[in-house]
């Protein structure tokens, strides 16, 4: 009875180290996704202020220089 009762505490110690384990890993995993959809997020941004308003300029700077 005594060893029936340390092997249970033991397996129980287990699973829930595995469970801590795991919600370690997924809180981990969660934190790197949304920090790479950030920098994702971000690139997007700094594309479309930057590179397309230059562009833009570009297009126009290009139609000016083609009037003149």
Same mark, same amino acid.
């Given at each position: 009875m005594h060893?029936? &009762?340390k092997q249970s505490c033991r397996s129980y110690a287990?699973?829930?180290q595995i469970s801590h384990s795991?919600?370690?890993w997924r809180t981990?995993? &969660?934190r790197v996704i949304r920090r790479q959809f950030q920098a994702i997020v971000k690139e997007s941004v700094y594309i479309e202020k930057y590179v397309i308003k230059d562009q833009i300029l570009s297009d126009d700077?290009?139609?000016t220089l083609a009037l003149t």
């Open positions: 060893l029936l &009762i287990q699973s829930t795991y919600s370690m981990n995993s &969660i700077l290009r139609q």
